[in-house]
């Protein structure tokens, strides 16, 4: 029986990878995210350690509601310089957050080559936290969206609705992003729900191709 597992996320942002001054959000969680909330959880910094690990992602009560704020925003150009950015480099800026979002994340690791798999490693950290060496809060999404708490999933949390596979879904979202050339790979989705193997997404294991053409960008 695949783990699952029950995310209170109470607001939230998914920037979209074309957003600019005006940063939209994604409505639903990405595939891509999620995965990274899983390894934060259990401390893993190399985002390849657990590719192959199929997860399904379902949505608990109403739709997630997206909202509006103003925040202030720094000019890109003036990071890195070692010294924080003048009051004159910031601008005010729309941006859209998701609130009231709670998730079901299922994982299989039945398709992972790694030992520990992630399925095992997530389930030393519930069952023993201590035994679990990480920094910085849990989040989904960017940093500052903090995870409420994460247990497994009971019955009596509700039915999910999931993010099935559907090449003619209106859904699209984000499965891998290569953080070097910041190139991704997107599925199409619909939600159902009725649970399926449409269910599942597959992260991505690199492939030779790709491999080769990521040591040549280090050499």
Known sequence: MPLQLYLDVPLTSFPRSYARDYKETYRFPPPSTVYGCLLSLVGEVNLERHCGVRLAIGLLGE???????LRKQRQHKFWGLGTYPAAKHNKPNFQEVVSGLELVVAVDSSQETESPSLSDR?????????????????????????????????????????????????????????????????GRYRLDSDWSDQCWTVIPAMTPAKAKTKKGLKQ
């Open 63 to 69: 739709d997630p509601v997206v909202s509006r704020i």
């Open 122 to 186: 997530l389930q030393s950290a519930l069952s023993n936290p201590a035994a679990i060496t990480r920094f910085g809060g849990l989040s989904l999404g960017e940093s500052w969206a903090l995870v409420n708490g994460v247990r497994p999933w009971r019955e009596q949390d509700g039915a999910p609705r999931w993010l099935c596979c559907d090449s003619r879904g209106l859904i699209a979202l984000p499965v891998w992003i290569d953080r070097k050339t910041s190139q991704g790979t997107f």
